[in-house]
């Protein structure tokens, strides 16, 4: 398939797991894609991986200046841009009791003011046709013990997507929300071990937990013109975890 074909995207966070699996979907459908993460050896890895048409800029979503720097490097190259995949995130698990300051900050810093602006400062680029993917969460539905900050977090992404649809009424650009469920990244398998796998696994109708692969092929419609009727919208990606 070639959907993406000439499109230029920007993934955060697209140096490993979902990130990683998107940008791979969006070279193999024809565009050309700029990482953005905070790993120097991962975003070299990455590129030397998927090819000619990948580019990688070291920053961190949190940082006005380092997103500067990649968008300023993106209209350098490129002129414009097509899609912006706001996928980069953190999450740990601390229970109600133990919640502290730095924990929610260091979150919502990365979830939320990141997703921000990245989204913010990619608008000047992008223009009729363009599309925005926040990445959600099962979570963000459901809750999730021991995450609340995270949970929190992820509903907040999902409102981020109704309102900028508001605002960004009349210029074209569509934004959507991608929300995967227990998906089995290389981080993913390395934090949970077997027994963790298995369990997550049991929650979903699907007894399984997602392959990125299958999060990038969702990722890759919301890009491309087949999702052109589609915003404020929420993909849900999570083997039905959040819907029963």
């Given at each position: 398939?070639?959907r993406l074909?000439?499109?230029?995207?920007?993934?955060?966070?697209g140096?490993t797991?979902?990130g990683?699996?998107?940008?791979?979907?969006?070279?193999e459908e024809?565009?050309?894609?700029?990482?953005?993460?905070?790993?120097?050896?991962a975003?070299?890895a990455?590129v030397?991986?998927?090819g000619?048409?990948?580019?990688?800029?070291?920053?961190?979503?949190?940082?006005?200046?380092?997103?500067?720097?990649?968008?300023?490097?993106?209209?350098a190259?490129?002129?414009?841009l097509?899609?912006?995949?706001?996928n980069?995130?953190?999450?740990?698990?601390?229970?109600?009791?133990?919640?502290?300051?730095?924990?929610i900050?260091?979150?919502?810093?990365?979830?939320?003011k990141?997703?921000?602006?990245t989204?913010?400062?990619?608008?000047?680029?992008?223009?009729?046709?363009?599309?925005?993917?926040?990445?959600?969460?099962?979570?963000?539905?459901?809750?999730?013990?021991g995450?609340?900050a995270?949970s929190?977090?992820?509903?907040?992404?999902?409102?981020?997507a109704r309102?900028?649809?508001?605002?960004?009424?009349?210029?074209?650009?569509?934004?959507?929300?991608?929300?995967?469920g227990?998906?089995?990244?290389?981080?993913?398998k390395?934090?949970?071990?077997?027994?963790?796998?298995?369990a997550?696994?049991?929650?979903?109708?699907l007894?399984?937990?997602?392959?990125?692969?299958e999060?990038?092929?969702?990722?890759?419609f919301?890009?491309?013109?087949?999702?052109?009727?589609?915003?404020?919208s929420?993909?849900?990606v999570?083997?039905?975890?959040?819907?029963?």
């Open positions: 398939m070639t074909n000439g499109k230029t995207a920007v993934i955060t966070g140096a797991g979902i990683l699996a998107a940008a791979k979907r969006f070279v024809g565009a050309f894609v700029y990482l953005f993460g905070r790993r120097q050896d975003l070299d990455a030397a991986e998927l000619p048409n990948t580019r990688a800029v070291k920053g961190s979503v949190s940082d006005g200046v380092d997103l500067d720097r990649l968008y300023a490097a993106v209209k190259e490129r002129g414009s097509d899609v912006v995949f706001a980069a995130g953190a999450g740990s698990p601390l229970p109600l009791g133990q919640i502290t300051a730095e924990h900050d260091e979150t919502f810093d990365t979830n939320v990141g997703t921000i602006f989204v913010q400062k990619a608008l000047p680029l992008m223009g009729p046709g363009g599309s925005i993917i926040l990445t959600g969460s099962s979570a963000g539905t459901t809750g999730a013990p995450f609340t995270y929190a977090s992820k509903a907040a992404v999902r409102n981020l309102s900028w649809a508001e605002d960004l009424k009349g210029t074209g650009v569509r934004v959507n929300v991608l929300s995967p227990a998906t089995a990244t290389e981080l993913a390395q934090a949970l071990g077997a027994e963790g796998q298995k997550f696994a049991a929650l979903t109708p007894l399984r937990m997602a392959d990125p692969s999060i990038a092929a969702a990722a890759a919301l890009a491309s013109s087949d999702s052109s009727f589609m915003t404020a929420e993909v849900a999570d083997g039905g975890l959040a819907q029963l």
